[in-house]
């Protein structure tokens, strides 16, 4: 089945420093991706939905210009938090929707990322 | 605003029972509906889905209740296995291929 590799699986980063995660979608073209913040214990909350070719669509509350995402190939998206802070800690996935028709997502594994 | 609720936090099931975790949503555009089975610092597995147009769906020992009437929706896992144990979360979606809300989760444990 469709398969969306992410990586870094956990990072631990300085404060202030940016950190950049992938999603690669393999075996399947994803011109849509969707990027999700869990903190312990609560919900997945949507970020942004990238599209490839076009800027990210980002959700109430969520600053764009600290949230960076790219989305420069039909395989490739990427999730960069800049100018990170201990309060960006948290687990971060992204998600494919199936685009052949079906009414799945296939989500990566997701990144743990905590500033220190 | 929590369009996607799940009222029980967690949940206790003997093994071998039924266990059954529900979800209400508020968004009448919501038109599609997923669960999935999450473990800590992983990603969601998905585990069944259904459409608007329907009001069950059965896969295994998996079956989702839909009732539109009332917006809300039901997971039965029956019989419960230990490997069961895990947080659940419930999704919906305006139509495919668009962005899952997600509900707030709840954690099942089955005990033996």
């Known amino acids: 089945g469709a398969v969306v590799s992410q990586h870094p699986s956990w990072v631990i980063c300085k404060s202030g420093t940016s950190v950049k995660i992938e999603c690669r979608s393999l075996d399947f073209q994803a011109t849509t991706m969707f990027w999700y913040r869990q903190f312990p214990k609560q919900s997945l909350m949507l970020m942004a939905t990238s599209n490839e070719g076009s800027k990210a669509t980002y959700e109430q509350g969520v600053e764009k210009d600290k949230f960076l995402i790219n989305h420069a190939s039909l395989t490739l998206s990427t999730l960069t938090v800049t100018s990170a802070h201990p309060e960006d800690s948290s687990f971060y996935i992204c998600s494919a929707p199936d685009e052949t028709g079906g009414l799945g997502y296939t989500f990566g594994s997701g990144t743990r990322l905590t500033v220190v | 605003d929590q369009q996607v609720k799940q009222n029980s936090p967690s949940l206790s099931v003997q093994e071998g029972r039924i266990s059954i975790l529900n979800c209400d949503y508020t968004?009448?555009?919501?038109?599609?509906f997923l669960w999935y089975k999450k473990y800590p610092a992983e990603g969601p597995t998905f585990l069944i889905s259904?459409?608007?147009?329907?009001d069950k769906n059965e896969d295994g020992r998996f079956t989702v209740f839909l009732n539109k009437s009332a917006k809300h929706l039901s997971l039965h896992i029956v019989p419960s296995q230990p490997g069961d144990s895990a947080v659940y979360f419930c999704?919906?979606?305006?139509?495919?291929?668009?962005?899952?809300?997600f509900g707030t989760g709840t954690r099942l444990q089955v005990t033996l």
């Open positions: 259904i459409s608007s147009i329907k």
């Open positions: 968004n009448s555009m919501f038109d599609y």
């Open positions: 999704a919906a979606s305006p139509g495919t291929a668009s962005k899952l809300t």
